[in-house]
């Protein structure tokens, strides 16, 4: 189905923070103060790689209006944090590994007085030779920036099958490349920061924007040396993320600063410090020679990926496990020799990022298949489904997975579609200058969901009638501007036939809300949908049992709807909450249903593990998306520039919950890939970023973004499915870099190899013939 406004109805649903956020009024974490408030300021490193000799605090500390001063010494806990590899130090000790490492921190009366106090704190270094590519870490009698990474290797991977010596020696066709992909930002809206409050009972108030609450609040823990009990994380809403405040930030320095001075401390990242000390999407560099058959059938396939994780490990390992499991594409390949490699270096720290290590295997992958079918003399389409794998094969570990048909529902979609089509038979535009060049191309992407076998993947809910006489249901995801409550809001409308004003969304407040993990890795609407559908039986039963006896009607004449219990056959099929008439026709009120029992009666839980796939396989995953990617290009060959006109996405993710929350999904990953294919790269030199600001990188605006843009989803699964809808936060910023290279060689007949498409591979002598009394120079 074409998803837009006209095709959805009713289903086009306003999400209830949408009006906030355009006008501003949401106060987001960063917006919050409070009375007797100071500013938290954090002293980075002088250079990328040094020894420390001394650090001297004595002139910030006798300053005026700075209340407190910490350096490593100062950390009761563990000074080290990181989600899978606690090896970044909240305070560096003895070494600094990159420019953002931190040194100390202060807090003071103003930001001003705070920024002064930095400038106060000596720090003698002794400078060292930074390594500033994964060549120069790997090289032999390279320092070792960590123990546990003998060789600065943090993270090894690899799939082996078959004999891919001996099937390259039988190949038809060999295509070998290398491709490179950038250091992206995240870029969000909201930089780094929080609010920090010690209470008077002794516990801790963290308000600061992450991914994961839980998460945090066991890494405070460790670090202050306090029972995770005596912290509370309160984590929505946020000003953009996109994986790049899955890690701990602002939050060590911020807690230690409020706990030592006993107020409120304020922390927030200027745009600059963001960029030195946020995290990246890892540059990767992925070598990769592909053979075939004379009939076109893939038969070897050998890669070697590096990956530049910086300084510090944080995601490195599972983001280079995504990007070894997605770099066979949905393709059945018989000999694969995939090798990756993940490198410590002192450029800055790489971790999670939309796509998780999919978008720069996938750019790879995607390319040799269009190569590959050129040098067959074949219709690049034609040629992914001679090799497409079926629904019944393992997964590209050899896992068992899912099988459902989205992979050739989404090819034969975007095969029919009529932007394709014109791939065949591209018209020539007269109006157009000779050194405007169109083309279009076209990729295709299965891409893992959820965190992967051998992971820890907790998954929950709670569903409950509080004691407003509201639905109330609490998940630890955080809101950070996929529309999360929105799809929630119809999630329940849906199931109890009520209106959103019966409705309480509790999420991101460990105070408040059960385990039920993180929003990462397209899996919050999957998980709340099996958690729903789990706790609706027992909640609803106990609904309708106390209305029945209330009411002496029997429990199945009754049926939930709007404003409580209605008899079952005088439900409307359309009513609004703001019916003057409802109050008359409900049988029992939710607000009178509350008042009947303890609030534990009606309250109820579910635990469980997103699903992985039974092999052991770590990484593995057992749900995949499909997506199939047309984009429409236009080149200037006067000024190298590219430019996005048109762009087409078939994604097959099951049920569609939120239409409207689908396309923007969809949308927002599609423009975020078009910065990663011609403009974003975060420029380092020597190991220090030449790119500081936004003002020098180049991240799409609207006047950049493609002018039209359709989403079409497959919704079928297979019959019984029990896992619902699945989740399209990364899905939609997979494919489009190989589908708009592609349409660039389409254009130009240049193959692009490296990420951001370089203007100057594009620039092409204008083809005109010399007159007379012109010379060529």
Not at 419 to 446: E, F, N, T
Request: hydrophobic share 40%; charged share 20%; with cysteine.
């Amino acid at each position: 189905m074409l998803l837009n406004r006209e095709q959805s109805g009713k289903r086009w649903h306003l999400r209830p923070d949408g009006v906030g956020k355009v006008t501003g009024k949401l106060q987001y974490l960063t917006d919050m103060t409070l009375p007797d408030m100071i500013h938290g300021r954090v002293l980075r490193s002088s250079y990328p790689y040094a020894r420390i000799v001394s650090i001297d605090i004595t002139g910030a500390e006798a300053m005026e209006g700075v209340f407190a001063v910490l350096t490593s010494k100062d950390v009761p806990g563990l000074n080290r944090f990181g989600i899978a590899t606690p090896d970044q130090p909240v305070f560096c000790e003895d070494v600094v590994r990159y420019v953002g490492d931190a040194i100390a921190a202060v807090a003071a009366d103003s930001p001003e007085r705070a920024a002064r106090a930095l400038e106060a704190i000596r720090v003698e270094y002794e400078e060292w030779t930074p390594m500033d590519s994964t060549e120069a870490a790997l090289a032999p009698g390279a320092p070792v920036l960590h123990e546990h990474g003998p060789g600065n290797v943090l993270h090894r991977t690899e799939i082996k099958r078959g004999n891919v010596e001996e099937a390259f020696a039988a190949c038809e066709h060999i295509v070998a490349e290398t491709y490179y992909t950038p250091r992206q930002m995240h870029a969000y809206m909201e930089t780094e920061g929080g609010l920090f409050v010690p209470e008077e009972n002794g516990r801790l108030h963290v308000y600061a924007a992450t991914q994961h609450g839980y998460k945090d609040r066991m890494q405070l823990s460790r670090i202050i040396g306090c029972s995770e009990e005596d912290i509370r994380v309160v984590s929505s809403p946020i000003g953009g993320s996109f994986g790049g405040k899955d890690e701990l930030n602002v939050q060590p320095y911020g807690a230690l600063l409020a706990l030592r001075s006993g107020r409120p401390v304020k922390m927030h990242n200027s745009r600059k410090e963001s960029v030195r000390a946020g995290l990246k999407r890892h540059p990767m560099k992925i070598e990769m020679q592909t053979g075939i058959s004379r009939e076109g059938m893939i038969q070897a396939h050998r890669v070697r990926i590096t990956a530049d994780t910086g300084a510090y490990a944080t995601l490195g390992a599972p983001v280079l496990n995504f990007c070894t499991e997605h770099c066979l594409g949905p393709y059945s390949i018989p000999h694969v020799d995939v090798e990756g490699i993940s490198v410590y270096t002192n450029n800055g720290v790489s971790g999670e990022f939309r796509g998780f290590g999919g978008n720069q295997a996938i750019f790879a992958m995607e390319g040799q298949m269009d190569r590959l079918a050129e040098i067959m003399k074949m219709d690049p389409w034609e040629f992914r489904r001679r090799n497409m794998r079926e629904k019944t094969d393992p997964g590209p570990l050899n896992q068992r997975i899912l099988g459902t048909d989205g992979l050739s529902q989404v090819w034969e979609a975007m095969d029919r579609s009529e932007l394709w089509q014109k791939h065949q038979h591209l018209p020539a535009d007269p109006s157009l200058p000779p050194w405007i060049k169109r083309g279009v191309g076209a990729a295709i992407a299965m891409h893992g969901a959820g965190l992967g076998y051998g992971i820890p993947d907790p998954a929950g809910g709670r569903l409950s009638l509080n004691a407003e006489g509201k639905i109330e249901v609490a998940f630890s995801y955080e809101e950070f501007g996929q529309g999360l409550i929105a799809t929630l809001e119809m999630m329940l409308c849906d199931l109890f036939h009520c209106s959103t004003s019966d409705l309480s969304i509790i999420i991101g407040d460990t105070d408040r809300v059960p385990h039920s993990g993180s929003s990462t890795a397209s899996r919050s609407t999957t998980m709340a949908w099996m958690a729903l559908q789990r706790l609706q039986t027992p909640f609803r039963s106990k609904i309708l049992s106390v209305a029945s006896t209330l009411s002496g009607i029997p429990a199945d004449e009754l049926i939930t709807g709007i404003g409580g219990v209605w008899r079952k056959g005088q439900l409307p099929p359309a009513v609004t909450a703001n019916d003057t008439t409802i109050d008359s026709r409900v049988v029992v009120s939710y607000a009178d249903l509350a008042k009947d029992g303890e609030a534990e009666e009606w309250t109820f839980d579910t635990h469980f593990e997103y699903p992985t796939t039974p092999d052991n396989v770590v990484g593995g995953h057992y749900l995949y998306t499909y997506a199939a990617v047309a984009a429409e290009v236009e080149v200037n060959t006067l000024t190298g520039e590219a430019k996005l006109l048109d762009t087409r996405h078939v994604v097959a993710a099951g049920p569609v919950i939120n239409p409207m929350g689908f396309i923007g999904q969809i949308e927002g990953g599609s423009v975020m890939a078009l910065g990663f294919t011609l403009t974003e790269d975060a420029v380092m030199q020597d190991s220090r970023y030449i790119t500081t600001n936004l003002d020098t990188y180049l991240i799409p605006t609207i006047r950049d973004i493609h002018t039209h843009l359709e989403v079409e989803a497959i919704e079928e699964l297979p019959e019984g499915d029990p896992y619902g809808p699945r989740g399209i936060g990364e899905i939609g910023s997979v494919a489009l870099a190989p589908a708009i290279t592609a349409a660039i060689h389409q254009a130009t007949g240049v193959w692009v190899n490296r990420l951001p498409v370089p203007r100057d591979q594009l620039i092409k002598p204008l083809d005109v013939p010399l007159q007379e009394g012109v010379n060529r120079s």
